[in-house]
């Protein structure tokens, strides 16, 4: 699966997920951070999911509207927990997560928010 990990995600989260076989970009790799619309609109014209700590991007799917291929949005997951953790929830929902959801995962509990019909 194509996965894009946001600035504030930990980078070597990417080192897990390339082991798990998927195609990544992490945007700490860049000399700027583009911004979070930037980023999603980014994410989206790649048919990547998007791997981000930050709150802002629901807003900008849920509120906004802002088309995407699925948000996982960790909460307060230690750095060198996120990739293993994120190579689980795509594994697990990655086909929810690329037709439009939005994953929230805490330490005890995934929420999945289906895309819109």
Not at 42 to 65: M, P, Q, Y
Not at 89 to 110: C, H, K, N, S
């Amino acid at each position: 699966m194509k996965v894009m990990l946001d600035s504030c995600v930990w980078g070597g989260a990417k080192t897990s997920l390339e082991a798990a076989g998927h195609d990544v970009i992490w945007i700490g790799d860049r000399d700027e951070d583009p911004g979070d619309t930037k980023i999603l609109e980014e994410a989206h014209a790649d048919e990547r999911v998007l791997v981000t700590i930050d709150k802002d991007f629901g807003d900008l799917a849920i509120l906004w509207g802002m088309e995407h291929h699925g948000i996982v949005r960790l909460v307060n997951a230690p750095a060198r927990q996120q990739g293993p953790t994120v190579v689980k929830v795509l594994a697990q929902y990655g086909q929810l997560l690329f037709a439009g959801a939005i994953a929230t995962v805490e330490a005890t509990r995934i929420r999945i928010r289906p895309a819109d019909d």
